[in-house]
């Protein structure tokens, strides 16, 4: 019998997002800590450039994903555990909304407008208001942190399902596997 | 209608017409700004200055003796950001320990239609003189009048932002200066 697998699409969807998200990630850590200077300013615009093309990736990949479901979890899982896998997966794209949401406002709320790739400029739902964009930078921040935790149990889970389960979870998310 | 309201009115217009014939010699600055706006990575980012002083003798019926002198404390920038506060004040930007003020002084006001004028003068930032010329309106408010006006200004021309910043393309060479002041007649 042929096994449950992630489609084409599925596997390139979540690769192609997993190395932006955490490219983005790393840069948004580095930038921070740059020196005021021309090149601080350009990664600045860089980092929501591709925020805003994270976002509308995520769009299109939650629209295509009610239509698609996923293979189902192996039935060696445990209730309980197969809900603590949806709960992880909903709250991953749940913060796949909600942090380039949030840098948006911040960015609105500390008075620097989000100008996709220097010509489309999205309208600020804030205006400025430092108080307000401390405490977004915070939540995106914390949002972000949140982010990296759940992807480390996301990384964990894969392996414990390929070394200690022994199933296929991990082998049906890689290219290398599919067909 | 009756001759007191009558009386009134024309009462009313002569203040009017007086008002609008007084020389005007004073800003208001509690009620005054000056704004600007420039682009950083395609971005327009606002700023304003707080502390200037303005000398002013403005006359709409006598334009040939207008004059206005302008002085403008650069370190009373708000350039946006406090990282921005920061670097525009160093040596690269205004260099503000040396440069403290920016200055205008007006050469000449031209009338360019009703209540429209157009100042021209020399601008001295960061030791560079440069001629500017700015539009603006002047509308007579009772014993003051509204003075609202913008123009451009080349930042390469003043060299702010040297070095790394000389470039374009990270923080545009155009910045657009808005000023909003309000004009007092002397009594």
Same mark, same amino acid.
């Given at each position: 019998m042929q096994k449950a697998r992630y489609t084409l699409t599925a596997i390139a969807i979540h690769w192609g997002m997993a190395l932006l998200l955490i490219t983005l990630f790393v840069v948004g850590l580095y930038m921070h800590e740059l020196k005021f200077s021309p090149f601080k300013l350009q990664v600045y615009a860089w980092h929501k450039w591709a925020g805003v093309t994270a976002f509308i990736l995520v769009m299109l990949r939650l629209a295509w994903r009610l239509k698609h479901r996923p293979p189902a979890l192996p039935?060696?899982?445990?209730k309980m555990t197969k809900l603590g896998a949806q709960i992880g997966h909903g709250m991953l794209y749940f913060l796949m909304i909600a942090i380039p949401l949030s840098g948006w406002l911040m960015s609105s709320a500390k008075g620097f407008q989000t100008v996709y790739f220097g010509v489309l400029p999205i309208p600020d739902l804030l205006s400025k208001d430092k108080a307000l964009g401390d405490l977004l930078e915070t939540t995106h921040m914390v949002l972000n942190y949140s982010m990296a935790a759940i992807l480390v149990g996301h990384i964990g889970a894969a392996i414990k399902h390929h070394l200690? *389960?022994? *199933?296929d979870v991990l082998r049906r998310m890689l290219p290398w596997r599919a067909r | 209608m009756n001759i007191k309201v009558w009386s009134s009115v024309i009462g009313g217009l002569m203040l009017a017409a007086g008002a609008q014939a007084a020389e005007y010699t004073s800003i208001q600055s509690d009620k005054s700004s000056l704004h600007f706006v420039y682009k950083q990575m395609g971005v327009p980012v606002d700023g304003s200055f707080k502390k200037f002083n303005t000398q002013l003798a403005f006359d709409p019926a006598k334009l040939a003796n207008a004059k206005v002198d302008f002085e403008l404390n650069? @370190?009373?920038?708000? @350039?946006?950001?406090d990282e921005a506060n920061d670097e525009v004040a160093s040596k690269s930007w205004f260099n503000t320990k040396v440069y403290p003020k920016a200055t205008f002084a007006s050469t000449a006001v031209k009338q360019l239609a009703a209540n429209r004028y157009e100042v021209s003068g020399k601008m001295t930032i960061k030791g560079h003189t440069q001629t500017i010329t700015a539009p603006f309106t002047f509308t007579p408010q009772g014993n003051s009048a509204k003075v609202d006006g913008s123009f451009v200004l080349k930042r390469s021309e003043f060299a702010?932002?040297?070095?790394?910043? @000389?470039?374009?393309?990270?923080? @545009?060479?155009e910045i657009q200066i808005n000023f909003h002041f309000l004009a007092n007649a002397s009594k």
């Open positions: 039935w060696t899982m445990s200690v *389960d022994k *199933d | 650069l @370190a009373s920038i708000d @350039a946006g950001s702010i932002g040297e070095g790394v910043w @000389a470039d374009f393309g990270t923080v @545009a060479n």
